[in-house]
């Protein structure tokens, strides 16, 4: 017997099926498509339990006669391309012909279709790949395809999968995509038998972020007025987030091919690079862009599941994006300098010219050590204590408390200064947070930032070790609005938060209420940080989150150093961070100081120590 042999369609279907049909998403991804692809002006989704359970895609488009509902079932089957060279014109979602017959191999699938012209509908009945029936039914025109039980026949996916929250949160950010890529068509959403959105045709896209995002969205982004490079065929317009406005993760950063939505690191980074001097480092820019291209300078057969794309040209796409990026920035900003070294595009029209000086100049050092001026005496500002929260909006802004005691910090600080083994001698400022010590060995670079993050991460470490720790109460409690997937990992994650010194309750659907925070966050920083908070909760999955993981955070995104920390108070900083436990690194890996010893410096200066004496 031939050890070679032909796989029979069934199971040639369900390895199909694990290369389209990752999750439920990926069920209504193909469904959707296919109802876009019809023609349809309203598209209605409904799944249960996360999708695993039940998913139905109903749609109002063209319908199939029942002829072609029979060849729909069959692998390769498709009205959108007939040889290879129609997949360099391809326009449609779906042309592979794969995901009908791979769906109905691993679920209980029923179709039933009617083409406006037919009289009655045909629906058919797929069991786990089996045929059970084919007959006529009443319809309205279009398709409604329902997938239930999805992978009961091939029990090794289903335990791959993941609650029926964080199913259900992929399903609705993807229907959400699909929804902003065609505004012109009516779509509807509901979980469990309850209405998650219902949206109208819309002529006006920033309309259709609102109903299904919200007003908080929709007024973060700014209309990208449609540009046109001619010559390489391509146009890219949409909304734009406002400079200075970022969010903790790239998923506000929506790139649409040819409507398609697709996760291109050739937008994103060129989107990156435009915003490079407009977001804070770390944050990420919401956007919403729609590129036009010629379907012959894109492929988009790259990814089984049609999620990646690749263009013939990258660099020229990439510029072009870019400069159309940056051009909308700078008519925003009002500025007339060059965001970055790709200023002289052509899309951008414009030489480039230097960066403005800043009013508040670097403090220059005088003869004597550590002693500080600045050159606009005017815009001086007081110094900010190191254990308090400086606000980010303006040097001026003023401190809120710090989040000890100042009595215990003192007595810390009192502390330290007794220890005699600290003999650094400050000298002076060099760059930004960079300060020069003299030590008995050389010469040491002290980086203020990183080691105030070090010494608050080890503090905050310690004071999460209770089981409660104190917070502050809100004089009026703070709504804020999640996206599913964020507030799916929030909700997993809030009796734990609540203990932390947190006090969030939930506000109806992805809307939660913070009515306290603890008493060393600043609550004007408060939902920003709740915002990263939920990410990371997100990223972690269903992995508990841990008080270092809140610490880290809080260290590196919620604490902030001072612009102009005096003399004493770098001091005793340099001293806290040598009594921690890790005193080399920030939380984040960086250096917190650099020595040079005096022996390579001396030598590198051509003599030996008593030369200089």
């Not at 692809?37 to 063209?62: L, P, Q, W």
């Not at 319809?139 to 999968?161: M, Q």
């Not at 007025?225 to 391509?234: M, N, Q, R, Y």
């Not at 804070?280 to 057969?301: C, H, M, Q, T």
Request: glycine share 6%; charged share 25%; proline share 7%.
């Amino acid at each position: 017997m031939s050890r070679i042999r032909i796989l029979p369609d069934r199971v040639a279907n369900q390895i199909a099926a694990g290369e389209v049909v990752e999750r439920p998403a990926a069920v209504v991804k193909e469904l959707v498509e296919n109802s876009l692809d019809a023609g349809a002006t309203r598209v209605e989704v409904e799944f249960r339990h996360g999708g695993k359970s039940y998913i139905r895609v109903e749609d109002n488009g063209s319908g199939l006669t029942p002829d072609e509902a029979l060849l729909a079932l069959e692998r390769h089957a498709t009205s959108k391309i007939r040889e290879a060279a129609d997949l360099s014109a391809v326009r449609t979602f779906g042309f592979r012909g794969e995901a009908l017959p791979s769906i109905a191999s691993v679920s209980r699938f029923t179709l039933a279709s009617r083409p406006a012209t037919a009289a009655e509908g045909t629906e058919i009945l797929v069991n786990g790949g089996k045929m059970i029936h084919q007959r006529a039914c009443g319809c309205p025109p279009g398709t409604r395809i329902e997938v239930a039980h999805l992978f009961n026949s091939v029990p090794a996916r289903r335990k791959f999968l993941k609650t029926d929250e964080t199913e259900a949160a992929h399903i609705t950010r993807l229907v959400r995509l699909y929804a902003i890529a065609h505004p012109e068509v009516a779509f509807s959403l509901l979980e469990d038998g309850r209405l998650l959105f219902r949206s109208p045709a819309c002529p006006d896209l920033r309309e259709r972020v609102a109903e299904i995002w919200g007003r908080r969205s929709a007024a973060e982004l700014v209309d990208f007025p449609e540009v046109t490079d001619l010559s390489a065929g391509l146009k890219i317009g949409g909304l734009l987030g406002q400079p200075g406005l970022g969010r903790p993760t790239r998923d506000g950063l929506i790139t649409l091919v040819n409507r398609r939505p697709v996760d291109s690191r050739t937008l994103s980074y060129a989107v990156l690079e435009a915003y490079h001097t407009h977001v804070p480092k770390g944050r990420y820019p919401p956007a919403i862009l729609f590129l036009e291209i010629d379907p012959s300078a894109v492929d988009v057969n790259v990814h089984p599941a049609k999620r990646e794309v690749r263009f013939r040209e990258e660099g020229r796409v990439r510029n072009f994006v870019l400069g159309a990026v940056l051009a909308q920035l700078r008519k925003l900003t009002g500025s007339k300098e060059a965001a970055t070294s790709n200023a002289q595009h052509p899309m951008l029209n414009a030489q480039v010219v230097p960066a403005p000086t800043s009013p508040i100049q670097t403090p220059t050092i005088k003869t004597a050590p550590a002693q500080f001026e600045t050159r606009n005496p005017k815009l001086e500002t007081s110094p900010t204590k190191i254990g308090s929260v400086a606000s980010n909006t303006s040097p001026s802004s003023a401190a809120i408390r710090p989040p000890f005691p100042s009595q215990q910090r003192e007595t810390q600080n009192s502390k330290l200064e007794t220890n005699l083994r600290f003999t650094w001698r400050l000298v002076g400022r060099w760059r930004g947070q960079i300060y020069l010590f003299e030590t008995p060995n050389g010469l040491v670079l002290f980086n203020a930032r990183a080691a105030h993050e070090r010494v608050w991460f080890e503090e905050l470490q310690a004071r999460f070790a209770n089981a409660r720790a104190p917070s502050q109460r809100l004089l009026f409690p703070l709504p804020i609005e999640f996206d599913s997937l964020a507030s799916t990992a929030l909700a997993t994650h809030r009796a734990w938060l609540n203990q932390q010194g947190f006090v969030l309750e939930e506000f109806g659907r992805n809307f939660y209420r913070l009515e306290a925070v603890p008493d060393w966050l600043d609550p004007a920083r408060a939902e920003n940080f709740l915002r990263d908070l939920a990410e990371l909760a997100r990223e972690r999955g269903s992995a508990p989150l841990r008080p270092d993981d809140i610490a880290r955070l809080a260290a590196t995104r919620a604490l902030r150093l001072g612009d102009q920390p005096a003399e004493q108070e770098i001091r005793a900083l340099a001293q806290r961070l040598l009594a921690t436990a890790q005193p080399l690194t920030c939380p984040r890996g960086h250096p917190t100081f650099l020595e040079l010893a005096s022996s390579d410096l001396f030598r590198r200066l051509g003599g030996e120590a008593d030369a200089f004496a």
